[in-house]
């Protein structure tokens, strides 16, 4: 599988915003390159008020096979943010938290 070209975006950060991402991205478990692309294209699931993070007892990526699971069970039958929020709202209380998204 050939992977998809990427066009290459200067972003300007000052050193203290550079670490910053650095560290959000090392607490989400991805790449900071992944993490800025994911947030300049609005995926809500590494906003700055994202639920899942440092202390969230599951992983980004479990979070994100929960929803393609719900996308999936769902067949369209219901927008994705609401299966986001029922993703989100399963695995919490699955982990005994009663946290919900704030996005």
């Known amino acids: 599988m050939s992977a998809e070209k990427r066009l290459p975006v200067k972003v300007y950060l000052t050193a203290d915003e ?3 991402l650095t560290r959000q991205a090392k607490q989400l478990d991805i790449e900071r390159g992944q993490l800025i692309r994911l947030r ?3 995926d ?3 906003a700055c008020n994202a639920f899942v993070g440092a202390s969230a007892p599951y992983t980004l990526t479990a979070y994100q096979n929960a929803v393609t699971a719900a996308c999936r069970a769902a067949r369209g039958s219901a927008p994705r943010p609401v299966l986001e929020a ?3 709202a399963v695995l919490n209380s699955l982990h005994g938290q009663s946290q919900t998204p704030t996005h």
């Open 40 to 42: 300049a294209l609005g």
């Open 86 to 88: 029922i993703a989100a």
């Open 18 to 20: 550079n670490e910053h």
């Open 44 to 46: 809500p699931t590494v």
